[in-house]
């Protein structure tokens, strides 16, 4: 009976303590490990786009973007019918502006 009692103590000290010791997720890495780009692909709109949801045309279309907005793309998705779509966040100011402006979407090429 004491022998188990001191084996379920051991247990739960190392059920509570152990966890603190190692790193979330289970593997640490340093800052520089990670390959972050800092070249920003930024593109200024030549004429009036539309503003998807996401990279559909029969999808939401979130507003019009004039002509002269300033737009730094996230990401490219290639459709396969040889469509490009650009997923972008457009400039803007995150303090003074409305917390409720959109400010991604998608755009096709």
Known sequence: MMNNILKNFCLITFALIAPVTLPAG?????????????????IIL?????????????????????????LSVLRTWKVNKGETWLRVELASNKFLDD???????WIKM
Request: glycine content about 6%; aromatic content about 4%.
């Open 26 to 42: 289970g593997i640490q890495k340093s800052l520089n490990q990670n390959n972050y780009s800092n070249a920003t692909n930024e």
């Open 46 to 70: 030549s004429s009036n786009i539309s503003l998807y949801s996401c990279p559909k045309i029969l999808t939401e279309e979130l507003l019009v973007l004039d002509v002269g907005t300033t």
């Open 99 to 105: 917390p409720n402006k959109i400010l991604k979407g």
